[in-house]
């Protein structure tokens, strides 16, 4: 996987503070999808970095939770895989829930194409105000089943 950060100090500096991979032509990357009440909680290991985020189903739409934001996705179908398209994203702090506007809203965007043994994701994460402060691209292939908590 080919790990990319920002450009500019800022989107460096909030990339480090939030403990993403550090850039890096590639990067050696394990994703475990594991059953969970009411969803899938996605564990990725890229390199030496653990990224988790919990996924669940809402409205027709695709809840992603990592840390205490959520994003909802529409997926769209595409001739080439699967693009998430981000609708909205969701500040949460226990249990009070506060709607981002689109101008303080973090935005993702993703695409995974599926491959003849595998598929090939791309996703890439910006800040408002701030721009890009993540992308990682690449091939992902199956090395085994699990799904324990």
Same mark, same amino acid.
């Given at each position: ?10 989107a ?8 993403? =991979?550090r ?11 594991? %059953? ?29 939770? /990592? ?5 909802? /996705? ?16 969701? $500040? ?7 709607r981002? @506007?689109?101008?303080?809203? @973090?935005?993702?965007?993703? $695409?995974?194409? @599926? ?12 800040? =408002? ?9 690449? %091939? ?10």
């Amino acid at each position: 996987m080919q790990v990319s950060w920002g450009d500019g100090m800022l989107a460096r500096s909030l990339a480090w503070a939030l403990g993403f =991979p550090r850039p890096a032509a590639s990067v050696s990357v394990v994703l475990r999808i594991l %059953t969970v009440a009411g969803g899938l909680r996605w564990v990725r290991q890229m390199g030496s970095v653990l990224l988790t985020s919990t996924q669940a189903a809402s409205n027709g739409l695709l809840l992603e939770t /990592f840390g205490v934001i959520v994003c909802a /996705f529409r997926l769209l179908p595409e001739s080439a895989g699967l693009r998430y398209l981000q609708q909205y994203a969701v $500040l949460r702090l226990g249990s009070l829930q506060l709607r981002l @506007p689109a101008w303080a809203s @973090p935005r993702v965007a993703a $695409l995974v194409v @599926p491959t003849a043994g595998g598929a090939r994701t791309e996703v890439e994460i910006a800040a =408002p105000l701030i721009g890009r402060v993540l992308r990682y691209e690449g %091939t992902m292939e199956p090395i085994a089943s699990v799904d324990r908590p």
